[in-house]
């Protein structure tokens, strides 16, 4: 790892006024050209006719974390071929499996208690991430003859060219907790797949400006091929969206930062006609942009229909479409769409009003209302981000009542759905609307503190399996299901216990929140969550997203527990460590959010214009407006709430939500002395300035987010009406009107 750490070294303020686009965070340390070679004269082997080939790559039983995220061929070196190429970090954050399953007994160091508090092993631990398997594997031979720990330790230090002293030991302080028998600590050695050890950041060394600057993204300006791989970028001079000659794009934000290239999704788009889907007067070019991105994007974390079945019907291959789904869909995929052009949003708020007329026309029987139901809850989520005020809860309790019609859930259990057994693309189209509404209405109960499903789907949750064809790899299309498929299934094993829990914190006693959780429900629910956690598929079902909803839920779990700072003196039986307490739980899950959020921003380029991640900014949000009330002796909190308020800033682009989101946040960060006033204001005129567009839409209200969404998560454990969006932001108008945030630049 480079000595700047893993963010690379710092940028000068000659760097930073270079002109062009700059990456949110700073580049890594370059590589030296020699460096970045894989091929030497040893590597080619001659062949006749003087030519010369490649040697067969060796095989390798490990690969570092972006070549398994990637599904790239690694060579297994440290840093890899891959990661040098790219200029990127390489890192190994588990054993290989040929290390773990030649470990002998009594001194297995992944998952299990015989690691807790062992420094030595968790030293050695370290140390395979980085040996080869060979010197691995000679090291457990040491082992087996009886050799100490710390001996072999020291030797594999030596080997990687290192002292044998204790700096590994010092590193690991650096990354752990404090104290050896922190519950972080035992957290990460038990449970490294919800608790990743990461590498340590000083905030205090970051350049601000530089980091948190927020950030546009473009669709890369690429040409078209023939075989239609690449799609075509905004020409320069040509309108966007091949309907109104006279929208031009908007000049609101600054110049374009990072560029993405975008790809069709799949080649079923390219034959569709959307003239025969919608009255929208779009190209059939833009509709195969904004369909892709979504389903790329967004589909996989609400997937509310099978794209296979989807795509099938916009061809005419199957029934499980219609015009109403498809204004949904576009409604809602716009709004991820003006992340890069503003002035979808336009074209966005032109599929909803559709959506909403032809919503009064659906048929209510067999695949149409299955297609109906899915198309309410997108309508409802574009009412939501559009800031459409009450209407999200119109759609909401239309979709509610259609559902329960079908009996898809908030039925009883004994029920079963009304669908004809034997038609096997409606059950499945049937099962797959249910589990992924019960996601996402499971998650929003999270956000509105109201419980939206009183019983679960009453159908299995789906379980695909596509099995390989003899002698022939899978195709695109059958990877791309099964790993939908999986994706979805430990979705719904996750939202099946925060189901549970949300049915006691809001259940029908009508408890208070703060009344209804118990430090033993809440021990309980949390061994629950990290057994679902330590099960989690290791072939990479998008663990970030998955991680994410796991540490809000711990979060929302044992705030309770620690309102009035009682959570220190109770302590969790389940755990070796004397300090295991909500509070130390709530710690932990808090530092994993952190880090995150940071990484998410630096280096997943939907973080920019996809909605569905902004739930760990505002948990981030609150829990560091939390410590900034614990006083200055722990500065970062300053670093990671601007992060989250200018990940926000960026999001607007796309969603009026995260204006009114942020708003509220500066709201508490101003009552509470959090944030000085001029420089709340200069976020406010800044949200202004980048939401010039939104204004294009007149029949949607200024509301920018729906009344009962809760902004202030600490103070709606006992007061939920005083925490929501709505009466935080009224706060902020009221500061404005006094003048209290206003800058030099307003006042002039």
Known sequence: MSRHGP???????????????????APPTLPTTSSLTNTSSADLVPQHGGHQRKKRRAYVTRACDWCKQKKLACDGEKPCFECRRRRIDCAYTAVSESISKAIPPGFRLVNTSSADGDEEAVNLLVLFRELLDKDALEALDELKTG???????????????????????????????????????????????????????????????????????????????????VMSGLAPGVPPFGA?????????????????????????????????????????????K???????????????????????????????CSKLLVSAVLGWSCQLYASFEPDATVVGCAFYEEAKRLRKKRGGHGAEAVCAVAALQYMAITA??????????????????????????????????????????LQQASAQVAWALFNSLTLL??????????????????????????????????????????????NCKFFLIVHDMLQLMYGPQQKAYAEAISAAFAE???????????????????????????????????????????????????????????????????????????????????????????????????????EAAGGPQNPEWRFYFRLCIASYQTLYGGYRL????????????????????????????????????????????????????????????????????EKLIRKLMELQVQGVDEGPAAQA
């Not at 999704?265 to 009255?279: A, F, K, M």
């Open 290 to 320: 904004v369909l892709s991105l979504y389903l790329e994007t967004d589909h996989p974390l609400t997937p509310l229909f099978d794209p296979d079945l989807f795509l099938d019907g916009l061809i005419g291959r199957s029934r499980f």
């Open 384 to 425: 939501v981000s559009l800031g459409a005020g009450p209407e999200y809860l119109e759609y909401l309790t239309e979709m509610l009542a259609l559902a329960e019609t079908l009996r898809l859930f908030n039925v009883a259990p004994t029920e079963g759905p009304t669908m004809d057994p034997e038609d096997q693309d």
């Open 445 to 490: 109960s999270m956000h509105i503190h109201k419980r939206m499903i009183e019983h679960p789907p009453p159908m299995a949750i789906p379980d695909l399996f596509i099995a390989p064809t003899t002698g022939r790899k899978p195709t695109k299309q059958a990877k791309r299901r099964q790993y939908l498929n999986d994706f979805l299934k430990v």
């Open 7 to 25: 963010l690379g070294p710092i940028p000068s303020k000659d760097q930073l006024d270079r002109s062009g686009p700059r990456p949110l965070l």
């Open 244 to 288: 109104d000659p006279s929208v031009q794009a908007s000049t609101a934000l600054e110049p374009p930062k990072p560029a993405i290239a975008p790809s069709v999704y799949d080649e079923r788009l390219l034959q569709v006609d959307i003239g025969q889907w919608t009255s929208i007067p779009v190209t059939n070019e833009f509709a195969t």
């Open 147 to 229: 050799r100490r720990i710390s001996d072999v330790n020291a030797a594999l230090r030596t080997k990687l060219g290192g002292s044998p002293g204790p700096s590994q030991n010092a590193l690991n302080r650096a990354m752990m907790p404090p104290t050896r028998s922190s519950l972080e600590f035992e957290l990460m050695m038990r449970h490294p797949i919800a608790y990743p050890t990461w590498a340590p950041v000083e905030t205090s060394k970051l350049d601000l400006d530089y980091i948190l600057l927020p950030s546009k993204v473009e669709w890369a300006r690429t040409p078209v091929t023939s075989s239609g791989k």
């Open 524 to 626: 309980d629910t949390y061994r629950r969550l990290l057994d679902w956690a330590d099960n989690l598929p290791a072939f990479g079902v998008r663990p970030r997203q998955q991680v994410i909803c796991y540490h809000l839920t711990v979060v929302d779990l044992f705030r309770p527990l620690i309102r009035h700072n009682t959570g220190t003196r109770l302590g969790l039986l389940s755990f070796k460590t004397k300090d295991a307490s909500p509070e130390a739980v709530y710690s932990a899950s808090v530092h994993q959010l952190k880090r995150i959020v940071l990484f998410y921003r630096q280096t997943h380029p939907e973080s920019s214009f996809s909605l569905f991640w902004h739930s760990a900014l505002l948990y981030l949000a609150n829990a560091m407006l939390r």
């Open 658 to 725: 995260a204006k009114g989101i942020a708003q509220g946040l500066l709201s508490m960060a101003l009552d509470r002395g959090a944030m000085d006033p001029r420089e709340a204001g200069a976020v406010r005129r800044d949200l202004e300035r980048r939401g010039r567009h939104h204004h294009h839409h007149h029949d949607v209200s200024d509301q920018a987010v729906p009344e009962s969404l809760v902004v202030d998560l600490d103070l709606a454990v006992t007061d939920p009406s005083a925490a929501q969006a």
